[in-house]
């Protein structure tokens, strides 16, 4: 009897171990950021907006919640906040105009959902999730998708909201001499279930051509998410990200050639850099690893892990 309730004992703690493994990681973009350039009131601001996405993701994990919720409450953080390139603070085409990308997807199952070119809707990633989750489409684009967002009952708004001086400042030295920056946010997380997750979005590159799609919508480029192996969400010079296939390049080194998320992580941001390209991804595979390599300056990032304690990095060698 000893040897049955032992047993029973053992089988619940092997049931319930996984339960208490769930973790999220952000990114808030990266590119040409470095200490000297920034001042302490302004690292200040960026690492408590930071801490306030993973406080938000962390509450729908440690409740219970999936990833997917986690990944979308992260996101809605920085695409409110004026400090990074996604809803509130998109940067501005050379037309003038703010076109917003993302994407979401499910490692459960592999539904995706992206929009590209949204110019009202005020939370890209949450119209991502729609068109996954409310059609047999994976990409809407343009006046299609804000369209759909509204008859949604998404929140929308006047396209002078996603305006911010900063932002407009920005397009204006573009045409001197401003140093590459890439502000794209996402969020890759691992639930209480053993599900991932991973959410992308951003305004894209500042003076793009109008019509621009980068990585971030682009499935297995910018975002890619699958039980099997890993999520993966990018920032950087999105072209080489596409050409890479980088989110799914990554699951698929894991896949079949076994490497760790570490190493195909690394191997890939390698393989951008040797084609020219610049930026970084952050990674999360089911067993609760992650991976936030770059080869940029700098990369606005961070994690939590269950035990509920928030770690914001900026620079190279933090």
Known sequence: ???????????????????????????????????????????????????ESLQAGYAVLNAGGSA?????????IMEDSPLF?????????????????????????????AVAGVKTVKNPITVARKVMEETWH??????GA????????????DPKYFHTERRWKAIQKMKGNEEEKYGTVGCVALDKDGNIAAGTST???????????????????GTYANNKTCAVSATGSGEYF???????????????????????????????GKLGGSGGVIAIDAKGNIAMPFNSKGMYRGYIKSDGKPVTLIYKNE
């Open 1 to 51: 009897m000893k040897s049955f309730l032992y047993s029973l004992l053992l089988l619940g703690f092997a049931i319930g171990g996984p339960k208490d493994n769930f973790a999220l990681v952000i990114h808030g973009g990266a590119g040409t950021i470095l200490k000297k350039n920034m001042t302490p009131e302004k690292e200040a601001a960026y690492r408590a907006k930071l801490e």
């Open 68 to 76: 997917m919720d986690a990944v979308e409450a992260a996101i809605h």
């Open 85 to 113: 390139n996604a809803g509130k603070g998109a940067v501005f085409t050379n037309a003038g105009t703010n076109e917003l990308d993302a994407a979401i997807m499910n490692g459960a199952d592999l539904k995706a959902g």
């Open 138 to 143: 994976v990409l809407l684009a343009g006046e």
């Open 146 to 157: 804000d369209k759909f967002a509204e008859e949604q009952g998404l929140e929308i708004v």
């Open 203 to 221: 305004g894209g590159m500042t003076n793009k051509r109008w019509g621009r799609v980068g990585d971030v919508p682009i499935i297995g480029a």
């Open 242 to 272: 596409i050409r890479a296939a980088v989110a799914h390049d990554i699951s698929a080194l894991m896949e079949y050639k076994r490497y760790s998320l570490k190493k195909a992580s690394k191997k890939v941001i390698q393989k951008v």
